[in-house]
């Protein structure tokens, strides 16, 4: 499986989506590991078994194991963390000044870079709408060096790949033709 048979999957009403997935895929301005894994976390995220097989089969020779598995880890630990912070955020009041008491370890040792992976968490924590958490993490990797052009592939990653998630969900249901 492979980008492409994703592209070939969505409706035709969905060419931009097509075209985005083209572009990004070959887009220069993360470096590969930070493209495959945004890839795959976003794909985690998006919570499509056939799109997350396809990124992962795709993206899985790009990145070490230990590359491959922060990614996953990036998509779940912000799974938990953009729902209790979210949950923060929305109410305040006390909540913001009491610990949160999950364990969270896999930030303070992610195996790969610092950098990646809170570009990781990043895109995941977009797709999941915590802003809480977005905005946590888009300044941890400005302040490491990134720049807003990377930032935004990154965020245009995980949107692109969340809507072809969506949308394959979407065509399945409606029996669209081509849909998995």
Same mark, same amino acid.
């Given at each position: ?7 070939? +999957? ?33 794909? /985690? ?55 949160? +008491? /999950?364990?969270?370890?896999?930030? *303070?040792?992610? *195996? ?9 968490? /990043? ?22 060096? /990134? ?34």
């Amino acid at each position: 499986m492979s980008i492409d048979s994703l592209k070939e +999957r969505l409706p035709d009403y969905a060419k931009d989506l097509k075209l985005n997935l083209s572009s990004l895929a070959n887009d220069i301005t993360l470096t590969p590991q930070q493209r495959a894994g945004t890839f795959v976390a976003s794909a /985690l995220a998006a919570r499509n078994a056939d799109v997350t097989r396809t990124i992962v089969a795709e993206y899985e020779s790009v990145l070490t194991p230990e590359a491959l598995t922060a990614a996953k880890a990036a998509a779940a630990i912000m799974g938990m963390n953009n729902i209790y912070y979210r949950f923060v955020h929305m109410v305040g009041g006390d909540y913001a000044q009491m610990p949160a +008491r /999950l364990r969270m370890n896999v930030i *303070g040792r992610p *195996g790969v870079e610092k950098l990646d992976f809170e570009l990781w968490s /990043l895109a995941v924590s977009a797709i999941n709408g915590c802003g809480m958490c977005v905005e946590s993490h888009e300044k941890m990797v400005r302040d490491a060096g /990134l720049t807003t052009e990377q930032v935004q592939t990154a965020v245009r990653i995980a949107a692109t790949v969340h809507a072809v998630a969506a949308t394959l969900d979407g065509a399945a249901a409606l029996g669209d033709a081509g849909a998995a």
